[in-house]
């Protein structure tokens, strides 16, 4: 499709393609309390959405007097994994928006996740699309540094052989958001209407041009978007 505005998509995988942070969430929760950190589900969701639960482990040693080591970050991984293998279930209609912007941008399309990659191709196989992202599949882990800086977006577009500034993020946390916009990206927020106002807010704050509530929206809403 020649007249499309963009020559790449690049979607987060957490909160845009699967619904995992409720239940990566629910895992941490429970292995901070055992460390002595209280956190209902919705806080712990405040603190770390969108970050590495390594990059706050001064935080988690502040609270806990634990000093987070390289085993209890495999324990957590495990665990969260095993949470996620059971349970994970799509974003609605993410599958077929996927699909269709793969069609549409002759596989132009690629997954820029913060988390691990083990994680990332658990969820995708999960959700039914890891084959629409074989081979471009980008995981902050394995970057320089991780959202909220550029380089996994920066990555993902090199390999695609695309400009970032011609690249579409798609993103739902601030840390995400920003990252793409630092890649000079045109950065889309999802923000189902279960997460309010507030969310919507903090995302136009930190840069998304446009912020969509259903994810069956994408391709005509990436399709009709006239650019700067």
């Not at 279930?89 to 069609?103: M, N």
Request: aromatic content about 8%.
């Amino acid at each position: 499709m020649s007249d499309f505005p963009f020559d790449a998509v690049l979607f987060d995988c957490d909160g845009v393609l699967v619904d995992s942070e409720p239940i990566t969430n629910r895992v941490l929760t429970e292995m901070l309390g055992e460390l002595g950190w209280h956190l209902s589900v919705e806080e712990a969701m405040r603190i770390f959405v969108g970050k590495m639960v390594k990059d706050d482990a001064p935080l988690i040693e502040a609270r806990t007097g634990f000093a987070i080591t390289p085993e209890w970050l495999t324990q957590f991984r495990a665990r969260r994994n095993a949470a996620l293998d059971s349970e994970l279930q799509a974003i609605d209609g993410a599958a077929d928006a996927v699909r269709a912007l793969k069609q549409t941008l002759n596989g132009r399309i690629a997954v820029a996740s913060g988390a691990d990659r083990v994680k990332v191709e658990l969820q995708l196989a999960k959700a039914g699309i890891l084959d629409c992202f074989e081979g471009r599949i980008f995981s902050g882990h394995e970057m320089p540094r991780s959202k909220p800086f550029p380089d996994v977006y920066l990555a993902a577009a090199a390999a695609l052989g695309v400009d970032p500034k011609r690249c579409a993020v798609v993103e739902d946390t601030v840390t995400g958001a920003t990252a793409g916009v630092a890649a000079g990206a045109t950065v889309f927020g999802y923000c189902p209407s279960q997460l309010g106002h507030s969310s919507a807010t903090a995302l136009h704050g930190a840069g998304v041009v446009h912020v969509f509530r259903d994810m069956a929206e994408l391709p005509g809403l990436l399709a009709g978007w006239v650019r700067a």
